[in-house]
């Protein structure tokens, strides 16, 4: 009869995102990856593990010839595991939508994988880096722009309340400058935009450099409106890969908005 740690040494993981994937590296269980998607490209290791296709378009034959002990997935792919479930394939649906379930996420992978100390490590540091946050600046409006727009003139991606960067914006003492309760992703015109006024803005700008695009070619059109943060130069750019994947390197997405936000305290 094998033992657990003999069961748990033949795991074969499926990661079907991003973040699903950078989590399970985070806590020591990346060479339990049998599977993930085109998109997971970190940590390194990670590009050479083999693909089951896109974020929104997973193969299940490709996910059955890996022949996994159990796929990790979000909400978005609700009926492929249901799929996977009538397989007899075990499953584990996360959401990574606000600050509170990506906490539970990493909590409830970390159990799942035989990870919890690990995982309870991981939130902490979420939590610390949260706190230093506080008391930098108060009560300014801040709108978090995600994309890549050379131009306003175009439909205009921003985090609303419905993600993590809303909570972000709130842990620090300030304000999201768009307050909706819409469920939806938010899209915002150049006229919305002027109608928020926010104190300072912050670009998010993943994969800024593949795109083969420069922070001036992202910063520019933004120079010229008439709101508070361009005319007091409150503009700031987040660039990095992690911009846009909740995992454990939220902890250094934090580190950046603390950045921006004591460098807007002197200016």
Known sequence: MLSFH?????????????????????????????????????????????????????????????????????????????????????TQMIKIDTLENIRASIETIGKVINRPNQATTIVKSIDSNLTLLKGIVKNRKILMVIGHNTSLNKQIFVAGQ???????????????????????QPILNMENIIATNPDMVILLAPFREDKGLTKQELLK??????????????????????????????????????KILNEFKHQ
């Open 6 to 90: 003999a069961l748990w040494a033949e795991e074969r993981i499926i990661a079907l995102s991003p973040s699903i994937n950078e989590i399970i590296f985070a806590l020591g269980s990346g060479d339990k990856i049998v599977g993930n998607t085109e998109y997971c490209q970190y940590p390194k290791e990670a590009q050479s593990i083999p693909k089951v296709g896109g974020y929104f378009s997973p193969n299940l034959e490709k996910i059955l010839a890996l022949k996994p002990t159990l796929v990790i997935l979000q909400e978005s792919s609700y009926k492929l595991s249901k799929q996977l479930q009538k397989l007899h394939i075990k």
């Open 221 to 258: 059109p933004w120079k010229s409106l008439p709101i508070s943060a361009s005319k007091n130069g409150a503009i700031y750019m987040i660039d990095k890969h992690y911009a846009g994947v909740p995992s454990d390197r939220l902890v250094l997405f934090l580190r950046d908005f603390r």
């Open 162 to 184: 419905n993600l993590y960067f809303d909570d972000i914006i709130k842990a620090s003492g300030n304000q999201n400058a768009l307050t909706s309760q819409r469920k939806g």
